[in-house]
């Protein structure tokens, strides 16, 4: 039997099928898993015995980034690929790079990927090609941002989108998914895309299951009104005939805390009737653009970028504010353009 470049023996192997976890080896040979179980006897360039004590498990993936701009201007991931993430899903909450022409600065919160210069491709194509010409250290899944759409499609963001409209959207959104993309996502909370009726995602849905893909969203209510927010991602999943995934399914909030008894309660039903899945943070806090209507929902609000104040990254909103007497509200309002971290959830 041939050698392999390296063998890791005795480790706790999670092999990603959802089966129990189980004791064995792993033999690699160049890009590939060359075997996995007891490889007693078969000989290796090198012999890394971790004596039980470590777990192995294929690469991660991280379903939920906005790596969109990440993965071309710093092409080795390092933040991903040092905790085992080998393939990010871009695109997420209604945003993405593609396909985009502004003639305008990005709205919150598309200003996360950057200016508008980095919206530099007016088809989903361009920018695949783009990660081709670079490959980055992960690979890449794309979405497409149902408020990137709407950014370009519409003269003004806080009404419902045209038939005209809808209808350039859906020619851009079948370009992109027949170049690669794999669903439309939305961000039916922020400002770009709060004034969209639930028929306007319903059509261009459609599109996304004629392709056969999946359809994210960053639901339009994540506290006192989630109910009714998972009713509207519910029905926008059955009459597009789309399968949904709930993104950073969350109850905000100390007034909600407690509430995902019944809201999980509410997903499960829905379940047995149509494909919905979710993800969710494995922390309490949530990070985006700095928002006022966010600001009564979170414990705590700690900056990370401004525009105006860039020496306010790191520090909390509650002591920027006491340092200039003013309010929270309106030290956000003077830091803006500006992202902050928002813990309002809790563990249990």
């Known amino acids: ?82 905790q085992g993430v080998t393939s990010v899903v871009v695109g997420n909450c209604g945003i993405s790079l593609s396909p985009v022409n ?18 530099a491709f007016p088809t989903f194509a361009a920018y695949a090609q783009a990660l081709e010409a670079a490959p980055p250290a992960t690979n890449v899944a794309a979405l497409v941002g149902h408020s990137a759409l709407r950014a370009e499609a519409m003269d003004s963001l806080d009404r419902a989108a045209s038939a005209d409209e809808v209808s350039q ?52 209510d994540e506290g006192d009104h989630i109910v009714a927010a998972l ?47 979710l993800d969710c943070y494995p922390y309490a806090a949530s990070s985006t653009v700095l928002l006022p209507k966010y600001l009564d929902k979170a414990e705590k609000v700690m900056v990370t970028w401004s525009e105006t104040h860039p020496e306010s990254a790191g520090r909390e909103l509650a002591d920027i504010a006491r340092d200039w007497g003013c309010d929270q509200l309106e030290a956000a309002e003077r830091l803006s353009p500006a992202g902050a971290i928002y813990f309002q959830m809790d563990e249990g």
């Open 1 to 82: 039997m041939s050698d392999v470049d390296l063998i890791v023996k005795d480790a706790l192997v999670v092999d990603g099928s959802g089966d129990s976890p189980f004791h064995g080896d792993v033999a690699v040979d160049g890009a590939h898993i060359a075997a996995v179980g007891d490889l007693d006897g078969r000989a290796a360039r090198e012999v890394i015995d971790v004596n039980g004590r470590l777990a192995v498990a294929p690469g991660f993936i991280d379903v939920h980034t906005h790596d969109d701009r990440l993965v071309l201007v710093d092409p080795e991931m390092t933040p991903k690929v040092s």
């Open 169 to 220: 959207m859906g020619q851009r959104l079948d370009a992109a998914l027949a170049a690669g993309a794999i669903g439309l996502s939305s961000g039916l909370d922020y400002p770009p895309a709060n004034a969209a009726p639930t028929q306007e995602v319903i059509d261009l849905c459609r599109s996304v299951a004629r392709a056969g893909g999946l359809y994210t969203t960053h639901m339009r």
């Open 231 to 277: 009713e509207e991602t519910f029905q926008t999943g059955r009459e597009a005939g789309v399968p949904v995934v709930i993104s950073h399914k969350k109850c905000s909030g100390h007034r909600n805390w407690g509430r995902s008894r019944e809201t999980l309660a509410l997903i499960e039903e829905a379940q047995g009737t149509q494909e919905l899945n």
């Open 102 to 119: 502004l003639d305008k600065p990005p709205p919150p919160p598309m200003n996360l990927l950057g200016g508008r210069e980095d919206f």
